[in-house]
């Protein structure tokens, strides 16, 4: 129950962190990763996370500048926010692998996927970093709060167009993504609820100067719009609080959390219960999670070790079980985009798919091969071209360059291992999947493990990595 509580309302861990969380009680376990307001987190925001007063002035200058100049601004601008933003990731994969707050990192991914928002089209790491703060601030509190920030969030401005929405053609990407996407879902509103509240979001903009959200009231519609039932001279902040009035809004949040924690849909029946405690506690998240966390349904056979794990999952699970290093911000970069996760980069407005989505042919032969790079400290299979692409372009050149200061940690076997263990091929096994899988391999897995380690007279470190990468490689390491 421990491990499975870690695996899902964290990242996993090592055997010792599971036996501490299983030495309390339900509730206290609940509550050490629940409560982790109460755990100091000293993590500094990267030295660039705030305005910058010269990023305009920067645009500016390039859009007066000679053609052969504004080339080169605008490689240095792209430059810039290249550097930024693998900075950006490596801070935040940081956190989710060693951070003091588990779940307060894996809320963060659930909201950055439930509001998910692309810095292909921001263009603007200071927006991304500040939204990823947004989420972290408000992971645990009022639906309502986090609904109305979000929406006037600048990352969200520039991602759905609602800066450059006014009257009187009021733009209706939020609006239409805000009812379908975030808080409502399909058959819960008219495309008529649509187009007037696009009329009730105008006035919400961006002050690209200041690089914060400002209301602009002679960009606002005052006619009057009827929006979900109620009619009247409303404004954004109004459709809103008309929004969390829908039972449905409650019932919708509820069911996306448990799918995300629980691996699968709640029944009708379970969702009724939990958007009642949801509503019974003001649209508050935390009362809500602690009944989820405590609940029987939570800890059932259908629901443990049965949710595939995310590439997010997977790398940083992997980084924690092992105790060892995460790879540099580079290579889990690129490790991320090739499984089909790229952080601060969702595929569309609608997130990740998840679940059985996440595994294909492809990135399954990713998952082996990365799997060998992280137990072994070697660089993945990946080509200069590769490289080039992920360091932000530049030739073959740049690419060896980019290989050369790469440097991964690899497993430490004395480490995670006793002496008794790395000498006896039975106990090493049992050692790895108590640390991996919490649980044994069975049939053909366990065959062909069996097999490998009969081949041998005796273990030697390269046996042993190579075990550990076998287990990885198989099917049960791919769920949690």
Request: proline content about 6%; aromatic content about 10%; some cysteine.
């Amino acid at each position: 129950m421990a491990a499975h509580l870690l695996n899902r309302a964290g990242f996993g861990g090592p055997p010792p962190e599971i036996q501490k969380l299983s030495d309390l009680t339900h509730d206290q376990a609940v509550a050490h990763l629940l409560d982790y307001e109460n755990t100091p987190d000293p993590t500094p925001a990267p030295d660039w996370a705030k305005p910058d007063p010269t990023r305009i002035e920067r645009f500016r200058a390039a859009k007066g500048a000679s053609p052969e100049e504004k080339k080169k601004l605008q490689r240095e601008e792209r430059q810039l926010q290249q550097r930024q933003m693998l900075e950006l990731r490596g801070w935040w994969l940081n956190r989710m692998a060693y951070g003091p707050r588990p779940l307060q990192e894996r809320l963060v991914l659930f909201w950055h996927g439930h509001f998910a928002t692309s810095v292909d089209k921001v263009r603007n790491p200071y927006f991304m970093w500040r939204q990823n703060e947004l989420f972290r601030r408000l992971a645990t509190g009022n639906w309502h709060l986090l609904l109305l920030e979000a929406g006037k969030d600048p990352a969200m401005l520039v991602w759905l167009d609602q800066a450059q929405s006014r009257k009187p053609h009021a733009n209706e990407n939020y609006a239409r993504e805000n009812m379908e996407l975030f808080s409502l879902g399909q058959g819960h509103y008219t495309e008529k609820d649509v187009t007037e509240a696009a009329r009730c979001y105008t006035g919400w903009s961006l002050d690209r100067v200041n690089e914060k959200y400002v209301y602009r009231p002679y960009f606002h519609d005052n006619g009057i719009k009827t929006v979900l039932g109620r009619t009247g001279n409303l404004d954004g902040d109004d459709v809103i609080a008309q929004i969390i009035a829908q039972p449905q809004s409650a019932i919708f949040i509820t069911a996306k959390l448990w799918n995300f924690f629980a691996g699968q849909p709640p029944s009708a029946e379970l969702n009724s219960a939990l958007a009642d405690v949801f509503r019974a506690n003001g649209n508050n998240f935390k009362p809500f999670l602690r009944v989820m966390f405590r609940s029987e349904e939570f800890y059932a056979a259908n629901i443990v070790r049965n949710q595939v794990k995310s590439p997010v999952q997977w790398l940083v699970g992997s980084v924690r079980m092992l105790q060892t290093e995460l790879p540099p911000p580079l290579l889990s970069w690129g490790m991320l985009r090739q499984l089909g996760q790229d952080l601060f980069a969702p595929p569309n407005v609608k997130g990740w798919d998840g679940g059985v989505s996440w595994i294909t042919t492809n990135t399954l032969l990713t998952r082996y091969n990365d799997a060998q790079s992280l137990v072994t400290g070697t660089l993945p299979p990946l080509n200069a071209g590769d490289f080039a692409r992920k360091a932000g372009g530049g030739g073959n050149k740049k690419a060896m360059k980019a290989m050369r200061w790469v440097r991964m940690g690899g497993v430490n076997l004395e480490k995670i291992f006793t002496p008794e263990e790395r000498a006896d091929k039975d106990l090493l096994v049992s050692s790895i999947e108590r640390r991996l899988l919490q649980t044994s391999l069975q049939g053909d897995q366990e065959l062909a493990l069996s097999e490998f380690l009969d081949s041998k007279a005796r273990l030697d470190d390269d046996d042993i990595m190579t075990t550990i990468r076998l287990v990885m490689s198989t099917p049960a390491y791919q769920v949690t």
